[in-house]
T-cell receptor, first 110, second 114 residues
Framework: QKEVEQDPGPLSVPEGAIVSLNCTYS??????FMWYRQYSRKGPELLMY????GNKEDGRFTAQVDKSSKYISLFIRDSQPSDSATYLC??????????FGTGTRLLVSP | KAGVTQTPRYLIKTRGQQVTLSCSPI?????VSWYQQTPGQGLQFLFE???????NKGNFPGRFSGRQFSNSRSEMNVSTLELGDSALYLC?????????????FGPGTRLTVT
């Protein structure tokens, strides 16, 4: 069983929809939770990070962490075609390595 | 501030050869991590270097090695290439003096082994 599980998608939504992307994890020692966006043929770009449980908002993006359920989410409001990309969750404990989910491919149609 | 740069961007090698990839981190960043990305396995951690020392290592065979120079630039080497080594190799840099939740990735080197 992988430490971090993420549905690969693709997830197809119309422009303007609210998108929910999720990851589950098995290691309760994870402290920081990140979301990266990766466009085709590019490196991942850090979108947001959250420490421990709670919510964090940045513009149209909201990251949510529920440590009791070992579940993290990224919500995208008013989705745009330019949001079409692969979204990777990642998590880390202490000075250890980043552990990534396999990524969810999102397609936003005009 | 310039981002993370990787060279070369594309490489084609044959089985049995070796390859060296280069990564220049963001100025002031002292940690460089390397990842292999494939469609089936996603992003897998290779190793991390901080102040010229390997600080973390993933579960890859000894054919994969790396090093970091005093200016924080890093190289990774893959010897005796196999077909399964075809992948996008990404490096990421961070300050390194705290938990590396803010890692910034380069565009990657796409390696094809034939």
């Amino acid at each position: 069983q992988k430490e971090v599980e993420q549905d690969p998608g693709p997830l197809s939504v119309p422009e303007g929809a609210i998108v929910s992307l999720n990851c589950t994890y098995s290691n309760s020692a994870f402290q920081y939770f990140m979301w990266y966006r990766q466009y085709s043929r590019k490196g991942p770009e850090l979108l947001m990070y959250t420490y421990s449980s709670g919510n964090k908002e940045d513009g149209r993006f909201t990251a949510q962490v529920d440590k009791s359920s070992k579940y993290i989410s990224l919500f995208i409001r008013d989705s745009q075609p330019s949001d079409s990309a692969t979204y990777l969750c990642a998590m880390i404990r202490g000075f250890q390595k980043l552990v990534f989910g396999t990524g969810t491919r999102l397609l936003v149609s005009p | 501030k310039a981002g993370v740069t990787q060279t070369p961007r594309y490489l084609i090698k044959t089985r049995g050869q070796q390859v060296t990839l280069s990564c220049s981190p963001i100025s002031g960043h002292r940690s460089v991590s390397w990842y292999q990305q494939t469609p089936g396995q996603g992003l897998q951690f290779l190793f991390e270097y901080f102040s010229e020392t390997q600080r973390n290592k993933g579960n890859f065979p000894g054919r994969f090695s790396g090093r970091q120079f005093s200016n924080s630039r890093s190289e990774m080497n893959v010897s005796t290439l196999e077909l399964g080594d075809s992948a996008l190799y990404l490096c990421a840099s961070s300050l390194g003096d705290r938990v590396a939740y803010e890692q910034y990735f380069g565009p990657g080197t796409r390696l094809t082994v034939t």
